[in-house]
């Protein structure tokens, strides 16, 4: 059933790029959890892959001097939620971590392979798109460094190209104090499901107990992972109420902008985006040190 | 109840070690010097004729040993329902046909030396069709001018009407008539072991097929059938089985695979893929269900009537027999003499709907339940309440078929679900001020113990003594996971008066064990257990003649427990069994014999199992989430065989219930007749993420047409969940719920519905 024609395993990450530089067929494959069920789909034959998930500079997640969380794209699920660094400071990225499939798959699906796989649902995406990640990329001829909301370009093509490899998933330092944040994913199971629609927020309170950011971003809103600016900027300088969490929840709802499908109508998705942005943009106020008013 | 030496003990299931441990064989495990395997073209549209088929380019590819299309096969229709002889669906499937009747039926199949070349081989075979009308509800099928899907049928597979009393005359004579429709989804079994067999030929040219099969008897006569040779030349052996729910109690693929043997010579394996096993194999009939109830102002029932629609897709398999087992539920549950019930089964170009596990019994009790608390709602009582003044209580009137009722532990089990999950606390607090609320619900079940007195329902047994005592149990009962092999071993080694490991089992395989029609319709440990029971007492009983003889006590004196003869009038141990049974063979020159007998049994009563379940749930009002906190159900299965294989059955039933009433649904594309959702991520069976705290309860009544007391347990424990989470979910949320599964979307959008129209 799978057609694997060549499976490299280069032990470091110049020569992974090399291979990619030489090999214009060779797809890069981490945990394999999506590629090995899309080669299973489409009877893929003669397929070559480049097994990045054991490079070491791809492995791991540290704080820089200037206050960064970098991830390393080869890092597992598992190690993202149990990563104290992520705990302590992103622990959205943990609820999104641990609500991607099960703990089978996020033993040994990556991150970064989950932001390169391009799907609007990707469980990672929300969270990320709300703590304004930017992603580094490097091949044979350099480094480039992407916002993560440039990097999505429409259902399953991101900004990436041939020989290129996702290195890091870079956390700007934000402050860390009177920050609060939440991922929240609706799906009708609570394991091994896709997203019908995930709301990532992150907030941070002024000393007043006022919103001095918000941020606020959907998957499976859109063709791609979103942010809702509108939604973020009725939030900022306020002090919230139930009025303006409402008023936000809406403005998110008006921003999505989801499809019919067999598996949920854009109505539905509307309403999650509404109720969904409210209640993460609350739950991460409240972990900010807020009291609605 | 007495208490004996092994029945009703916690005995690890025979297989719990092979299983555990990846020793058990299962088809897909076996390999043959030369096996061939096969892959199946299937048709694209969902009903068509062949009117041309051109294989030649598949069958020269490299590596492709047999192609096979209609014109190659045995044109003899029979029916694909697991049931003995006469058939009792209409026999309108074959094993290739020239016909397409919906997206999946089988085109062509092909032997190849692997997989993968059978796949490739599968490309290059050119079809031309000529499309035909399809219809995906019945609405469309049973339309006047509609194409018949089987020539002569009007698409009707079966109809029934019955009635007694007055209904009409209720109806006058009522305060109150309520009236509800329902529909249920198609849902499928999707055990974890996908549909697989391997058919090779003996040194004598006979047909061997290894199978995953409820039912290796019945299997053996139909694929001697449909493939017009003697049901001797078949031999059918069931290896271990992943789990089956009653879609492998159909005669499914094992046809055509035995064909592919006879064309090659050679063993063929063919397995289902995931996706083959989700759309080509069987369903639960999705049904259209309209209740109508005359109440008297006090609450009291004077007339039911229920009228049924079962979808049963392209092909009859169970066909009607889903709907006339259903009709005895609601005849039975909440009695009145004066009913009407009129069911019609129809032919769609849909995925075949079949045996599962429940059979009819979800989706009436998911109809019924609501309805009563529908009543209940326009009375003002509380469903509690009401059910104890309207359901079945002992010495009513018996308007089902089944009719001797000796066991009754339904308000038993009743009082003890309610008292288990708090339900006078639950019923009175508050459903929640913010975005969650709370609710309750409850629902019977029922479920007959065998198909008496519809089908001839033979099983038999033989137990073989070894010369130390120890014996064999030979039986064709199929062991699925349900645990039959564990429980039919007790049942033997009780009845021998022996321990239980003493016993040693060969099941399965129908050339060394007795016919037995197979599992299904709950009735294994009540219809086998009986023949295993006579079985194992025929053998016992030669042993105590011949050592009455020999130890020179009289004969009324002796019995045998735990492997020792016992002298019942004082209790004494005399000596051990297998001393004696050493003596039968070797002893005696003149006079030594083989002890072994074979025993059958059929029913000739139909005793009822019931069942109660409380479901607590939360309802998200913000996302149309329902989380299921708490499930109780309490069972009166009669005396209970083995308790630790019981709860096992109870909790797993339990949690397919959960996956009906929530989430599973076969999702069909209404412009191509195609299933969307063929994978494990978008047919959504429950996860262990989201299961509720689930507790089971026995009632043990004791059942005196049983071998030792005990009813029927497999099917009872799915057939009150999705009834009592729908009910709960309309306890909680105070919107009913006509129609499941309750998928978050579903959920809030009649939340939205309600919200709307309150405002509006």
């Given at each position: 059933v799978y057609s694997v024609e060549k499976l490299?395993?280069?032990?470091?990450?110049?020569?992974?790029?090399?291979?990619?530089?030489?090999?214009?067929r060779a797809i890069p494959i981490?945990g394999g959890t999506d590629i090995i069920v899309k080669m299973r789909a489409t009877r893929a034959k003669g397929v070559r892959l480049?097994?990045?998930?054991?490079?070491?500079?791809?492995?791991?997640?540290?704080?820089?001097?200037?206050?960064?969380?970098?991830?390393?794209?080869?890092?597992?699920?598992?190690?993202?939620?149990?990563?104290?660094?992520?705990?302590?400071?992103?622990?959205?990225?943990?609820?999104?971590?641990?609500?991607?499939?099960?703990?089978?798959?996020?033993?040994?699906?990556?991150?970064?392979g989950?932001?390169c796989n391009g799907a609007?649902?990707?469980?990672?995406?929300?969270?990320?798109?709300?703590?304004?990640?930017?992603?580094?990329?490097?091949?044979?001829?350099?480094?480039?460094?992407?916002?993560?909301?440039?990097?999505?370009?429409?259902p399953g093509k991101v900004?990436?190209?041939h020989?290129?490899?996702?290195?890091?998933?870079?956390?700007?330092?934000?402050?860390?104090?009177?920050?609060?944040?939440?991922?929240?994913?609706?799906?009708?199971?609570?394991?091994?499901?896709i997203?019908?629609?995930?709301?990532?927020?992150?907030?941070?309170?002024?000393?007043?107990?006022?919103?001095?950011?918000?941020?606020?971003?959907?998957?499976?809103?859109?063709?791609?992972?979103?942010?809702?600016?509108?939604?973020?900027?009725?939030?900022?300088?306020?002090?919230?109420?139930?009025?303006?969490?409402?008023?936000?929840?809406?403005?998110?709802?008006?921003?999505?902008?989801?499809?019919?499908?067999?598996?949920?109508?854009?109505?539905?998705?509307?309403?999650?985006?509404?109720?969904?942005?409210?209640?993460?943009?609350?739950?991460?106020?409240?972990?900010?040190?807020?009291?609605?008013? | 109840?007495?208490?004996?030496?092994?029945?009703?003990?916690?005995?690890?299931?025979?297989?719990?070690?092979?299983?555990?441990?990846?020793?058990?064989?299962?088809?897909?495990?076996?390999?043959?010097?030369?096996?061939?395997?096969?892959k199946?073209l299937r048709?694209p549209?969902?009903?068509?004729?062949?009117?041309?088929?051109?294989?030649?380019?598949?069958?020269?590819?490299?590596?492709?040993?047999?192609?096979?299309?209609?014109?190659?096969?045995?044109?003899?229709?029979?029916?694909?329902?697991?049931?003995?002889?006469?058939?009792?669906?209409?026999?309108?499937?074959?094993?290739?046909?020239?016909?397409?009747?919906?997206?999946?039926?089988?085109?062509?199949?092909?032997?190849?030396?692997?997989p993968e070349i059978a796949l490739d081989a599968l490309d290059l075979?050119?079809?031309?069709?000529?499309?035909?009308?399809?219809?995906?509800?019945?609405?469309?099928?049973?339309?006047?001018?509609?194409?018949?899907?089987?020539?002569?049928?009007?698409?009707?597979?079966?109809?029934?009407?019955?009635?007694?009393?007055?209904?009409?005359?209720?109806?006058?004579?009522?305060?109150?008539?309520?009236?509800?429709?329902?529909?249920?989804?198609?849902?499928?079994?999707?055990?974890?072991?996908?549909?697989?067999?391997?058919?090779?030929?003996?040194?004598?040219?006979?047909?061997?097929?290894?199978?995953?099969?409820?039912?290796?008897?019945?299997?053996?006569?139909?694929?001697?059938?449909?493939?017009?040779?003697?049901?001797?030349?078949?031999?059918?052996?069931?290896?271990?089985?992943?789990?089956?729910?009653?879609?492998?109690?159909?005669?499914?693929?094992?046809?055509?695979?035995?064909?592919?043997?006879?064309?090659?010579?050679?063993?063929?394996?063919?397995?289902?893929t995931r996706e083959e096993?989700l759309t080509?194999?069987?369903?639960?009939?999705?049904?259209?269900?309209?209740?109508?109830?005359?109440?008297?102002?006090?609450?009291?029932?004077?007339?039911?009537?229920?009228?049924?629609?079962?979808?049963?897709?392209?092909?009859?398999?169970?066909?009607?027999?889903?709907?006339?087992?259903?009709?005895?539920?609601?005849?039975?549950?909440?009695?009145?003499?004066?009913?009407?019930?009129?069911?019609?089964?129809?032919?769609?170009?849909?995925?075949?709907?079949?045996?599962?596990?429940?059979?009819?019994?979800?989706?009436?009790?998911?109809?019924?339940?609501?309805?009563?608390?529908?009543?209940?709602?326009?009375?003002?009582?509380?469903?509690?309440?009401?059910?104890?003044?309207?359901?079945?209580?002992?010495?009513?009137?018996?308007?089902?078929?089944?009719?001797?009722?000796?066991?009754?532990?339904?308000?038993?089990?009743?009082?003890?679900?309610?008292?288990?999950?708090?339900?006078?606390?639950?019923?009175?607090?508050?459903?929640?001020?913010?975005?969650?609320?709370?609710?309750?619900?409850?629902?019977?079940?029922?479920?007959?113990?065998?198909?008496?007195?519809?089908?001839?329902?033979?099983?038999?047994?033989?137990?073989?003594?070894?010369?130390?005592?120890?014996?064999?149990?030979?039986?064709?009962?199929?062991?699925?996971?349900?645990?039959?092999?564990?429980?039919?071993?007790?049942?033997?080694?009780?009845?021998?008066?022996?321990?239980?490991?003493?016993?040693?089992?060969?099941?399965?395989?129908?050339?060394?064990?007795?016919?037995?029609?197979?599992?299904?319709?709950?009735?294994?440990?009540?219809?086998?257990?009986?023949?295993?029971?006579?079985?194992?007492?025929?053998?016992?009983?030669?042993?105590?003649?011949?050592?009455?003889?020999?130890?020179?006590?009289?004969?009324?004196?002796?019995?045998?427990?735990?492997?020792?003869?016992?002298?019942?009038?004082?209790?004494?141990?005399?000596?051990?069994?297998?001393?004696?049974?050493?003596?039968?063979?070797?002893?005696?020159?003149?006079?030594?014999?083989?002890?072994?007998?074979?025993?059958?049994?059929?029913?000739?009563?139909?005793?009822?199992?019931?069942?109660?379940?409380?479901?607590?749930?939360?309802?998200?009002?913000?996302?149309?989430?329902?989380?299921?906190?708490?499930?109780?159900?309490?069972?009166?299965?009669?005396?209970?065989?083995?308790?630790?294989?019981?709860?096992?059955?109870?909790?797993?039933?339990?949690?397919?219930?959960?996956?009906?009433?929530?989430?599973?649904?076969?999702?069909?594309?209404?412009?191509?007749?195609k299933v969307n959702n063929d994978s494990m991520l978008d047919?959504?069976?429950?996860?262990?993420?989201?299961?509720?705290?689930?507790?089971?309860?026995?009632?043990?009544?004791?059942?005196?047409?049983?071998?030792?007391?005990?009813?029927?347990?497999?099917?009872?424990?799915?057939?009150?969940?999705?009834?009592?989470?729908?009910?709960?979910?309309?306890?909680?949320?105070?919107?009913?719920?006509?129609?499941?599964?309750?998928?978050?979307?579903?959920?809030?959008?009649?939340?939205?519905?309600?919200?709307?129209?309150?405002?509006?």
């Amino acid at each position: 059933v799978y057609s694997v024609e060549k499976l490299y395993r280069p032990s470091t990450l110049i020569e992974a790029l090399d291979i990619l530089a030489e090999d214009k067929r060779a797809i890069p494959i981490a945990g394999g959890t999506d590629i090995i069920v899309k080669m299973r789909a489409t009877r893929a034959k003669g397929v070559r892959l480049v097994s990045v998930s054991s490079l070491v500079d791809l492995k791991g997640i540290e704080e820089d001097a200037d206050g960064n969380i970098i991830i390393g794209a080869a890092s597992t699920f598992t190690e993202v939620a149990e990563h104290p660094l992520i705990v302590e400071n992103v622990p959205l990225l943990k609820t999104a971590a641990l609500s991607m499939g099960g703990p089978q798959t996020q033993n040994v699906a990556t991150i970064g392979g989950n932001v390169c796989n391009g799907a609007t649902s990707a469980d990672s995406a929300p969270s990320l798109f709300a703590l304004d990640a930017v992603l580094e990329l490097v091949s044979a001829e350099g480094r480039r460094i992407v916002p993560i909301t440039e990097f999505y370009i429409s259902p399953g093509k991101v900004n990436k190209m041939h020989g290129e490899l996702l290195t890091h998933i870079i956390l700007p330092f934000g402050r860390r104090t009177n920050r609060g944040s939440s991922y929240i994913k609706m799906s009708t199971r609570n394991a091994m499901d896709i997203s019908t629609l995930g709301s990532a927020a992150v907030c941070v309170l002024d000393t007043d107990g006022s919103i001095q950011s918000a941020a606020i971003a959907l998957g499976t809103a859109g063709p791609t992972p979103m942010r809702c600016k509108e939604a973020e900027t009725v939030l900022v300088g306020k002090f919230l109420t139930n009025d303006l969490l409402s008023e936000a929840g809406k403005k998110a709802a008006a921003a999505a902008n989801p499809r019919s499908s067999w598996r949920a109508s854009a109505t539905y998705r509307k309403h999650l985006a509404e109720e969904l942005s409210a209640r993460a943009f609350r739950e991460a106020f409240e972990a900010a040190g807020g009291t609605m008013r | 109840m007495k208490e004996l030496n092994v029945v009703g003990k916690n005995i690890a299931r025979v297989d719990a070690a092979a299983k555990a441990t990846g020793k058990a064989v299962y088809v897909g495990d076996i390999r043959r010097p030369g096996m061939l395997y096969a892959k199946l073209l299937r048709s694209p549209l969902p009903h068509a004729m062949i009117i041309n088929i051109d294989v030649n380019r598949a069958r020269a590819l490299d590596g492709v040993e047999s192609v096979l299309t209609w014109k190659d096969a045995p044109q003899i229709p029979f029916t694909s329902c697991g049931h003995p002889y006469p058939p009792d669906t209409p026999e309108d499937t074959l094993i290739l046909s020239q016909r397409m009747r919906y997206v999946g039926d089988v085109v062509a199949a092909v032997a190849a030396v692997s997989p993968e070349i059978a796949l490739d081989a599968l490309d290059l075979i050119d079809v031309e069709y000529e499309e035909l009308p399809a219809y995906f509800t019945p609405e469309e099928a049973l339309a006047e001018g509609a194409c018949e899907i089987h020539k002569g049928s009007g698409n009707v597979c079966g109809e029934n009407e019955s009635q007694n009393g007055d209904f009409d005359g209720a109806l006058a004579k009522a305060d109150l008539v309520v009236e509800d429709e329902f529909k249920t989804p198609i849902a499928t079994h999707n055990p974890i072991e996908p549909h697989s067999q391997l058919a090779e030929l003996d040194n004598a040219g006979r047909l061997v097929i290894h199978v995953s099969s409820h039912i290796p008897s019945i299997l053996r006569e139909r694929v001697a059938q449909s493939l017009g040779i003697g049901i001797g030349r078949v031999r059918i052996i069931r290896e271990n089985v992943g789990g089956g729910f009653g879609g492998k109690q159909d005669i499914l693929y094992e046809p055509i695979c035995g064909l592919l043997a006879i064309e090659t010579g050679k063993p063929v394996m063919l397995e289902l893929t995931r996706e083959e096993c989700l759309t080509t194999t069987r369903t639960r009939h999705a049904t259209y269900i309209k209740l109508r109830t005359a109440v008297a102002k006090d609450g009291s029932i004077l007339g039911r009537e229920m009228k049924i629609v079962s979808n049963t897709g392209a092909y009859s398999a169970h066909g009607h027999n889903v709907v006339l087992a259903l009709e005895q539920k609601f005849r039975f549950m909440y009695p009145t003499p004066n009913f009407r019930f009129i069911g019609k089964t129809a032919y769609t170009n849909i995925p075949i709907a079949g045996a599962f596990r429940g059979y009819g019994g979800p989706q009436v009790f998911f109809a019924l339940e609501n309805h009563i608390d529908h009543i209940a709602e326009i009375l003002g009582k509380d469903p509690l309440d009401y059910r104890m003044q309207v359901a079945y209580k002992p010495g009513d009137p018996i308007y089902s078929e089944h009719t001797d009722l000796n066991s009754c532990g339904l308000r038993e089990a009743l009082q003890l679900g309610a008292d288990a999950i708090g339900y006078r606390e639950l019923a009175a607090a508050p459903k929640g001020n913010g975005k969650i609320k709370r609710g309750v619900g409850i629902s019977f079940a029922l479920c007959g113990n065998s198909c008496y007195p519809y089908a001839n329902d033979l099983r038999g047994a033989r137990v073989s003594m070894n010369e130390d005592g120890t014996a064999i149990l030979f039986i064709n009962c199929a062991e699925v996971g349900q645990g039959s092999d564990t429980v039919m071993r007790q049942i033997c080694a009780e009845a021998l008066g022996v321990p239980n490991d003493w016993v040693t089992i060969i099941s399965g395989d129908t050339d060394l064990c007795p016919f037995d029609a197979g599992a299904y319709a709950s009735s294994q440990t009540y219809v086998t257990g009986h023949a295993v029971k006579k079985a194992a007492e025929a053998c016992k009983n030669e042993i105590l003649d011949y050592a009455s003889d020999k130890l020179a006590i009289d004969r009324a004196r002796l019995d045998a427990g735990n492997g020792v003869i016992i002298d019942l009038q004082n209790d004494a141990e005399l000596c051990p069994l297998g001393e004696i049974v050493f003596r039968m063979f070797y002893g005696d020159m003149n006079n030594a014999s083989t002890i072994c007998h074979e025993e059958s049994f059929m029913p000739r009563s139909g005793p009822w199992t019931f069942g109660v379940s409380f479901a607590v749930v939360d309802v998200d009002t913000g996302t149309g989430k329902v989380r299921v906190v708490k499930l109780i159900t309490a069972v009166d299965s009669g005396r209970i065989i083995n308790p630790t294989t019981a709860m096992g059955q109870l909790n797993g039933g339990n949690i397919l219930g959960i996956g009906y009433g929530l989430y599973e649904q076969i999702l069909i594309d209404p412009k191509s007749g195609k299933v969307n959702n063929d994978s494990m991520l978008d047919y959504k069976i429950p996860t262990f993420a989201d299961m509720p705290d689930i507790e089971g309860y026995f009632v043990e009544t004791d059942e005196p047409s049983s071998a030792y007391g005990n009813k029927s347990l497999g099917e009872t424990p799915v057939i009150p969940v999705a009834a009592a989470i729908s009910c709960a979910v309309h306890n909680a949320t105070g919107i009913p719920f006509r129609e499941i599964p309750l998928t978050p979307e579903r959920v809030l959008m009649a939340i939205k519905a309600a919200e709307e129209g309150r405002e509006g």
